[in-house]
């Protein structure tokens, strides 16, 4: 069944609140970048690999925000800006547009809100995050796993139905840490919890999962104690 663009779903969700939404997409700084207007000639979509695949359309997207179509752009907002591969090929515009660029802050704004189909495409990167934020780097090859990633295609699948041999080509500590490939400063880590916090990144995450917020806080102020600074995740 295709993607249901009457808006019915959301019905209940009020008029103010959607629009509100799109207000907060269309005053980020980057946006008079990433829309100029729409000639509805289509390049995009033709040069959208994710087109192929799915109900996706970059133009449909992009147009509802030009319209100021609130109730399509919430629409999108929750079911397709996940879809978007973030290639960018949509670029090649002739309007100078960016759906992809759009793209992007509409899930920003999906994801600082906690909306429920951000919280869906964002839980199978609740290991990787803690991942980067504990180690400095993102997967190990135990975490690898088909129904955690469905979206990195079928080499996920091999690797996950034969790591008993990848078991036996590579040291056991390597299934679970990163330490084979490079070990990450404790200097970088600390900045980076540093920038996570001043840029608001872990008020998302809460917003998103606040399990993984919980975990995540434990790690980071006792790192940041220890290197003697006094900060706190609220």
């Known amino acids: 069944m295709g993607l249901d663009l009457s808006g019915k779903q959301y019905r209940k969700v009020p008029y103010e609140e959607k629009e509100a939404l799109l207000e907060e997409v269309k005053e980020d700084l980057r946006f008079g970048d990433y829309m100029y207007g729409c000639y509805d000639c289509g390049i ?3 040069a959208c690999p994710s087109a192929r695949f799915y109900d996706f359309s970059p133009r449909k997207i992009a147009q ?27 670029d090649r515009c002739p309007r100078q547009n960016s759906p992809g660029g759009l793209i992007t802050l509409m899930r920003e704004v999906a994801v600082k809100h906690g909306l429920a189909s951000a919280q869906e495409a964002l839980e199978g990167y609740g290991r ?3 991942k980067i934020m504990s180690t400095g780097t993102q997967v ?4 690898l796993q088909a129904n955690a990633f469905p979206d990195w295609g079928p080499h996920v699948k ?19 840490t990163t330490e084979a ?28 999962d606040e399990g993984l917020f919980m975990i995540l806080q434990d790690v980071m102020e006792e790192r940041l104690e ?4 006094d900060v706190t995740f609220d």
């Open 64 to 90: 509802s925000v030009a319209r100021e179509d609130v109730d399509l752009f919430y629409v999108f907002l929750n079911d397709s800006v996940w879809d978007c591969s973030q290639c960018f090929s949509c």
């Open 226 to 229: 220890d290197a003697g600074y």
């Open 44 to 46: 995009c979509v033709a």
């Open 140 to 143: 190990s090859p135990d975490m």
């Open 158 to 176: 091999d690797i996950a139905e034969n790591l008993d041999v990848w078991r036996k080509a590579l040291p056991p500590e390597t299934l679970h």
């Open 181 to 208: 490939s490079w070990k990450v400063d404790e200097k970088t880590l600390i900045e980076l919890y540093l920038i996570w916090h001043a840029t608001g990144v872990m008020d998302m995450i809460k917003e998103v």
């Open 128 to 130: 990787v995050v803690y």
